[in-house]
C-alpha cells in the first residue's frame, strides 16, 4: 500500500470532490496552502503512485484521481472519514448525526456550521434515504433533536438516485454541498456516486 501524506490527501480530497474545475500544480498549491515547488513534487508523486493520473493541455498539466484503481477508491472512503482536523464542536455534531445511521445510507454535514462552527445560525445536514418511507421517522428523530439543542437543524432530504442524477445535472447547490461537506457516514456511497459523475 502506497503511504501519502497530510498534504497529499488534502490535495486528492479537493481534486476528487470538486471535479468541475482542472487542477493543476498552480491552482491546487492555492488550495491547500504549500509552495509551487511542493506542489509540482507532491503531484508527480502521486501520479508515480498509480493514485492520479495526468493529462496535458497547453503547458500545463492537470491531474485527476485514478478511479479505476481500487485502491484509490478505498482511499477515498478513508480520507472522507477522517474527522481530526475539525473542531471539537463540529466532532460533537458529528458524534449526535451517527443516530441516524440506522434510518439513512448516508449524512453529511455541511455549511456554516463548518466554517463559522458556534457561531453558526443552524446546522446543514442532507440525509440520504433509505427507503423513501422512512421520511417520517426521520423528521420526527430530527424535530426531537431540534427541541434539545440550541442550533436547529436543518435537513435536506435525498434518495441515493435524486443525489445522483442531481450531481449529473451539475444542480449547482449540490456540487457546493458534495466539494464542502464532511462525511458523518455512507462513505462508500459518497466515492462510488462522485466516481459515477467522473466516469
Not at 66 to 85: A, F, G, R
Not at 93 to 111: M, N, P, Q
Not at 157 to 176: I, Q, R
Request: hydrophobic fraction near 40%.
Amino acid at each position: 500500500m502506497a503511504e501519502i501524506s497530510e498534504n497529499a490527501k488534502k490535495a486528492l480530497k479537493v481534486i476528487f470532490t470538486d471535479f468541475f474545475t482542472n487542477y493543476n500544480s498552480n491552482n491546487i498549491r492555492k488550495r491547500i496552502q504549500i509552495s509551487n515547488a511542493g506542489s509540482l513534487k507532491l503531484l508527480r508523486n502521486l501520479r508515480g503512485k498509480n493514485i492520479l493520473a495526468s493529462k496535458k493541455m497547453g503547458k500545463a498539466i492537470f491531474y485527476k484521481p485514478n478511479l479505476e484503481n481500487d485502491y484509490v477508491l478505498k482511499l477515498l472512503e478513508l480520507i472522507c472519514l477522517d474527522h481530526t482536523n475539525l473542531s471539537s464542536f463540529v466532532k460533537g455534531w458529528i458524534y449526535d448525526l451517527r443516530e441516524f445511521a440506522s434510518l439513512t445510507k448516508a449524512v453529511f454535514l455541511f455549511g456554516s456550521i463548518l466554517r463559522k462552527g458556534k457561531n453558526a445560525r443552524d446546522v446543514d445536514v442532507c440525509f440520504i434515504l433509505r427507503n423513501p418511507k422512512d421520511y417520517s421517522r426521520l423528521q420526527n428523530k430530527v424535530d426531537e433533536m431540534n427541541k434539545k439543542n440550541r442550533l436547529k437543524m436543518h435537513p435536506l432530504y435525498l434518495t441515493k438516485k435524486d443525489f445522483k442524477e442531481k450531481l449529473k445535472e451539475k444542480d449547482k447547490p449540490l456540487v457546493d454541498l458534495v466539494k464542502n461537506c464532511v462525511v458523518v457516514h455512507g462513505e462508500d456511497l459518497f466515492v462510488e456516486a462522485l466516481k459515477n459523475v467522473q466516469s
